[in-house]
DNA sequence: AAACCGGGCCAC
DNA sequence: AAACGTGGCCCGGTTT
């Protein structure tokens, strides 16, 4: 892994990034002290409680005295053994040593309730260690996560002590108690501006696919509600209805296609995983309703009524996906694997090269991961430099890969919009003309004062 | 006692 | 060919 050696401007993307990434630190964000404290003190009751719970079921005595007495109920060792070696369950997963899995969506799957209680429990306690991150952390009410350039294979950035992109978001009660600590400075707002569907777009500069091209610029078209109109066989397809069901194509096969995986692994994941489909046994009357119909008496009338049918349907959608739908897409990661196989290495579309031992999938992700990360690194710097040209008092204080995270002086507010919105969708694409692509951000905003749980997008007027 | 590793889980 | 890409952190358990 090194840098092209004719790419001036991309050793200059990076020694820009690390000082305005290293002023985005010594920046900091504010920690509500007071919150973290009062809040640990409830959590160490309720994981307490949790575990009270999981130490009535005859489940847990029989675990205790398989040991003799002495269980460690933080230990998946201990429990796999006792699941796997003493109870003799046959595993529903395997780990990738090929040791029987202890994952949530393993235990879920064995369909012992009395699990109910540890898996609450691990929930409130991986809340307890984000908050104990910041304590730990944070200098004078404020921590100021680091953020590195020099550790991804993909010439992507990392973050650590605390890590700043890895905070809870999308379970919603966890997310509440860890981004509750978050505050902007006094009198200040935080805000977030993510690119939408920065990869997807990135990839498209790469391979250029018509098909793609069009989803991409036509912002009426919807590429994974077409997909699950395909894989669920309905004729009309209403978003607000199908949500659960877009969702499904889009998490358990658009994206794993895209990243490499293929149709035995999504088929056997959306049936238990996502889209709340039946449980790999297509029993009517399970799922969730099309119109009146249950979603198994709906794929069961389509003519897929079990798992492996399911897994052929998907097979064939594969091949349509890859073969019709996006053939120049699919013409490209042949490209770039023979490219690779050839010179040992692929050059980025930012002047960055990826070599070294890579796989296929390797191939095809890094440049897109790192391109893309680099758009937005772009960004931060330009942004940056025009915050202090300005002189103003807003601070961008983090990156989450595809997001930028400020912290607004309300005064600056509509000015910082306008600017951001600028930099991020028009100065961009001009200074890299490969960008072929609309660019498009979404911007969440916070009130005033008010922590960064309390984030709601951003409508212009 | 430190170093290392696998497994699990959070984010994109 | 290969079979989901990139990180960091916690924890238990083992090796050094």
Redesign the pocket.
Known sequence: MNIHPKSHDAYKLLHDGILALGRAEQQGIRVDMDYVTLKKEQLVRKIARFEEEFKKTTFYKHWVHSRGGKV???????L?HFLYDVKKIEPA?L?????????????DSLNIPELKFF?ER??F??A??VL??FE?EQVNNYVHP?F?LH????F?S??????F???????EE??QICRKALFPRPGHQLMEV?YSS??VRIAACYHKDPTMLKYINNPASDMHADMAKQIFMLDKFDKSVHEVLRQAAK??FV??E?????????AS?MACKWGELPQGTWKAGQGIKIGDIPLADHMISKGIRSLSMFENHLKKIEEDFWGNRFPDYADW??RW?TVY?KYGYVDLLTGFRCSGVM????VI??PV?GAAFHCLMWSFNEKDRLINKYGLNTRIVGQ????IVLDVDPKELNRVIRVIRRVTCEDLPKAWPWIIVPLDVAIELCPVDKSWAEKEKFVLE
């Open positions: 460690n109920i933080n230990s998946g060792s201990q796999r997963k780990t990738t040593t090929g040791e029987g899995s202890t994952d949530e969506e393993a235990l898996s691990s929930r306690k991986k307890m260690d104990e991150g730990r680091f590195n550790t991804a294979r993909t992507r990392s973050s650590d002590h605390p890590n992109q890895n905070i809870p978001k999308r379970d966890i997310m993510d920065l990869e998490n358990g994206f794993p895209f990243y490499g995986d293929y149709y035995k692994n999504c994941n990661k042949d694997w196989k796989s296929k999938n390797d992700n890094y991961q989450i890969h595809d997001a």
